[in-house]
């Protein structure tokens, strides 16, 4: 069984740019959730995906936006880049029924 | 709205020592609660979970925790720790009809000394 996985592991970004993360889910589960967690802190729920659809929204601006592909993939799209948004970023899978969900390890993002 | 309260920041236990840590939630009704532990540079992994029932919860690697609804807490404790168990750990709520958006606390971070 494929766990989640994220990419990049690792990026460097300027304020004011873009920057896109990508999450692959574990087989079978078909929602997805976003986290970011600051140094020194526990994760921030940003949104949830099922089916393709958003279903829910922590306190994060507009800038931030999500996708949920067909296969259950994921992408975190963040656009014009604040120093703030250095952080982890966490995706996790779930299905909707069993209350576990399961973390990636995580992309790191410096904004400079 | 829910929230997580951890009060301990950082514990030093020492190997073969128990360690307990405490975890306060805001919820109007009775929650799900969950721990997680996460180890340098690695993403969450899950102890346990509390939907309902038995309020002691066995879970992975040693771990207990135990709801009380009269204190609303959830504390996670472990009889003796080994040098492995050094990480944060994370206590997490959700509302049980938000499809398990987690909130979670601070973290406590746990140094085991020899």
């Known amino acids: 069984e494929t766990g989640v996985t994220q990419s990049p592991t690792h990026l460097i970004k300027t304020r004011g740019q873009q920057v896109t993360l990508r999450c692959s889910s574990q087989?079978?589960?078909?929602?997805v959730s976003w986290y970011q967690q600051a140094l020194g802190q526990g994760p921030q729920f940003i949104f949830q995906y099922y089916r393709e659809e958003e279903n829910g929204r922590g306190n994060f601006p507009p800038r931030f936006s999500g996708l949920q592909f067909p296969n259950y993939s994921s992408e975190l799209n963040v656009n014009a880049l604040e120093l703030d948004d250095s952080a982890l970023y966490l995706c996790a899978s779930s299905t909707r029924e069993s209350g576990e969900l399961f973390f990636g390890e995580g992309s790191r993002l410096t904004v400079l | 709205a829910q929230s997580v309260t951890q009060p301990d920041i950082h514990i030093t236990v020492s190997e073969g020592a128990s360690l307990e840590l405490r975890c306060n939630y805001s919820y109007g009704a009775t929650p799900y609660l969950f721990w997680y532990v996460q180890s340098p540079g690695q993403g969450l992994q899950l102890l346990l979970k509390?939907?309902?029932?038995?309020?002691l919860v066995q879970g992975i690697k040693g771990f207990e925790a135990e709801f009380k609804r009269s204190q609303s807490s959830f504390n996670l404790r472990k009889p003796s720790v080994h040098w492995s168990d050094a990480a944060e750990y994370f206590c997490?709520?959700?509302?049980?009809?938000?499809?398990?958006?987690?909130?979670f606390g601070a973290g406590t971070t746990v140094t085991v000394r020899a």
């Open positions: 997490a709520v959700a509302g049980r009809f938000n499809d398990y958006k987690l909130s």
């Open positions: 509390y939907f309902s029932g038995d309020t």
């Open positions: 087989s079978g589960h078909n929602t």
